[in-house]
């Protein structure tokens, strides 16, 4: 299978600034790349850091001014998950800034007492999915799951959110990850769940819109503060525009249910 991503960011910078990108796919080893980052034209220096929850950071320092951000990927074939670690099981098991599991944790043993194993992470997601009205511009960046599970409307990363903080919330060890998802209409970036079941990391996408099999991860974290696709640290940026494309040569129908992990 042959995937393409490729994102297209305009920033306007009021003062110098270090720019920390999370745009790039994590995996490196079948992808052929190119980030380019802009000032005025001028092309602007850019050094990749790895990221300890497995991605790729990339460090731009601007000044004043108009900046672009060009990335472009195709993806030939696949990675094999990342390994499980058992401080990662630790990690994702705790609660976090905007998956707050300690708080949810009458109505997850409520809603899913006898469940277990396969069965308890599929109607989580199926719940989640039935419960959230998935309509853009209603919920904030400073929303959680549990004003989430409040307002009954989010997107993607809401949904993320209240799935993986109801799972954390029932000792199954959950994160989320930003990806590119083919398929998804409009385009942008797309927040999943992963949740560790059966020995290993599988993939679900609560909002039912993405073929898992196309995905394209690009960071992991425990929440959407550890996956942003831009920091700013110094100085003041004003967003301009965000273009964001991803395509698949193989579009298979998921049915959300099967159990699929998703590449490194």
Known sequence: MQRTASTHIVLHAKAPARLLLSVAVADKNNVQEQLIVRQDEVEVPVREL??????RIHIAEVNSGRVSVAYDATITGTTPPPPVTESDLILYSRQSRYCESDQ???VARAEFAGLAGVELVNSVR???????????????????????LISRNGVCRDFAHLNIALLR????????????APG?????FHAVTEAFIDGSWHVFD???????????????????ADTAWLTVIGGQ?????????AEADDMVEDDHATLINLPA
Request: glycine content about 10%; hydrophobic content about 35%; aromatic content about 6%.
């Open 50 to 55: 790895a990221d300890h929850h497995g991605g």
């Open 104 to 106: 949810l944790g009458n």
């Open 126 to 148: 199926d719940w989640v999915n039935q419960q959230l009205n998935y309509i853009p511009g209603t919920s904030r960046s400073s929303d959680g799951a549990l004003h989430t």
């Open 169 to 180: 919330a029932l000792d199954v060890p959950a994160r989320l990850v930003s990806t590119y």
């Open 184 to 188: 998804v209409t409009p385009a942008d």
């Open 206 to 224: 609560p909002t039912g819109r993405a073929p898992r099999h196309t995905l394209m991860r690009i960071a992991t974290g425990r929440d959407a």
């Open 237 to 245: 940026v004003n967003f301009g525009s965000l273009a964001v494309n």
